[in-house]
């Protein structure tokens, strides 16, 4: 009765560790350490006391992903493993064709000739590309404006073609909103290398004096404060939704072999109102200065939450505050992220 949690080395991957753990599960991490380190995992045993499985692998490895699904005698798979920068998905389609679509492939066919019939997939609310009402349901229109986003509706496709073909297959579909935050310990967070891409690391990293100051990009959305609103999640509600996901599935509890479900707060917040609560979290002023929209941004995009209330029994619970105080303790106590102690 084993989990193998695909991508488990990085930042969703490894709080979902430590949730499933505490819960009590048996888990395999199979990770290809393209974008995390290993020592992630050696704080996932530090919190939880237990030790972690963990095979360096990559999932487009059949025969490997095959061998350790039979080895660990693994129930289910909760899928992370993939790329997801969006602006590098536009220089590298191939890479994130092939990483993620092909590696989602690879790791159904493994789980088929192994038996293993479940699975948890990290979708993402870039799926819903421009939204046409808000807050977006699960039954909004999707679309998709950049390979990323593309690679994620194909995969969300080819799982319910699937589950359709035969209903021993169960899938849970999970729509990410904005995920921030980092573990109550302080001991796992996110280690973004290179310039960030996302907001919360970008204003961390203000914060505490790598970088400058923020540039927001633009002032002249139609919101209150004219920048940007998203729905940041807790990263550790994020990954108890995918533990009652798991129950649901394992329990055979859905109302289909296949459910899509978005995680979310439902509350949105503009860029400003985030430089604002980091401010408060930090102690720090965090300088910024207003930039053209960035390509492809849409000006709000909050989640409908209700069915992930009634399916899954499950809501965030942590607000914009907890998010930043343990975004900024995660950055404190590893002002380098993992590299510093991997250097040692
Ligand atoms: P991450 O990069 O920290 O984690 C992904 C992990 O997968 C990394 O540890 C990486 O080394 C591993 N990996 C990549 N390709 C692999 C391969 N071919 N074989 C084996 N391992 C491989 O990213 P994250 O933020 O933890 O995201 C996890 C998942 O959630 C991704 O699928 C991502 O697209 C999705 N998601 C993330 C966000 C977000 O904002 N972080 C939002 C929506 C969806
Ligand atoms: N953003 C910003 N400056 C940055 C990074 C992001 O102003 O350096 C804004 C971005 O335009 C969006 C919000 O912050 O309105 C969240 O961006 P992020 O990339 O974190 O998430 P996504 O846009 O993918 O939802």
Redesign the pocket.
């Known amino acids: 009765m084993t989990v193998l949690i695909?991508?488990?080395?990085?930042?969703?991957?490894?709080?979902c560790c430590v949730s499933f753990l505490e819960a009590g599960h048996d888990i395999v991490v199979?990770?290809?350490?393209?974008?995390?380190s290993s020592l992630?995992l050696e704080r996932v045993a530090a919190i939880t006391g237990r030790k972690v499985s963990f095979v360096v692998?990559?999932?487009?490895?059949q025969a490997e992903v095959e061998e350790v699904l039979h080895r660990y005698k693994c129930t289910a798979v909760v899928?992370?493993?993939?790329?997801?920068s969006v602006g590098e998905s536009t220089k590298m389609p191939i890479s994130y064709y092939?990483?993620?679509v092909v590696?989602t492939l690879r790791l159904l066919s493994a789980m088929d000739n192994a038996g293993v019939r479940q699975m948890i997939?990290?979708?993402?609310?870039?799926v819903y590309g421009e939204p046409q009402f808000l807050p977006l349901t699960e039954d909004h229109p999707t679309s998709a404006v950049n390979p990323?986003g593309r690679?994620?509706l194909m995969i969300e496709e080819m799982l319910r073609d699937v589950a359709a073909s035969d209903p021993n297959w169960r899938f849970g579909i999970l729509?990410?909103?904005?995920?921030?935050g980092a573990h109550d310990s302080g001991l796992i967070g996110?280690?973004?290398l290179g310039i960030p891409n996302?907001l919360m690391p970008f204003i961390t990293q203000v914060a505490d004096g790598r970088r400058e100051q923020l540039a927001v990009f633009g002032n002249d959305y139609e919101t209150a404060d004219g920048t940007g609103v998203r729905d940041y999640i807790h990263?550790s509600d994020l990954v108890d939704g995918h533990l009652r996901a798991h129950e649901v599935l394992a329990e055979g509890a859905a109302p289909s072999n296949c459910f899509t479900v978005n995680l979310g707060t439902g509350n949105g917040y503009s860029v400003l109102e985030m430089v604002r609560a980091f401010e408060r979290a930090s102690n720090k002023e965090i300088g910024f200065s207003f930039s053209p929209r960035r390509e492809g941004d849409v000006a709000e995009c909050y989640a409908h939450t209700e069915r992930a209330e009634q399916l899954l029994n499950w809501k965030a619970k942590r607000d914009l505050d907890a998010m930043c105080r343990d975004t900024w303790n995660w950055v404190c106590k590893n002002p380098a992220g993992y590299a510093a102690e991997a250097a040692e």
């Open positions: 695909t991508g488990g080395a990085g930042f969703i991957g490894s709080h199979l990770d290809n350490l393209s974008n995390a992630s692998g990559d999932i487009r490895d899928h992370f493993a993939g790329l997801k092939d990483n993620n590696g997939f990290s979708s993402s609310a870039t990323y690679t994620k729509r990410y909103f904005n995920p921030v996110e280690n973004p996302n990263v």
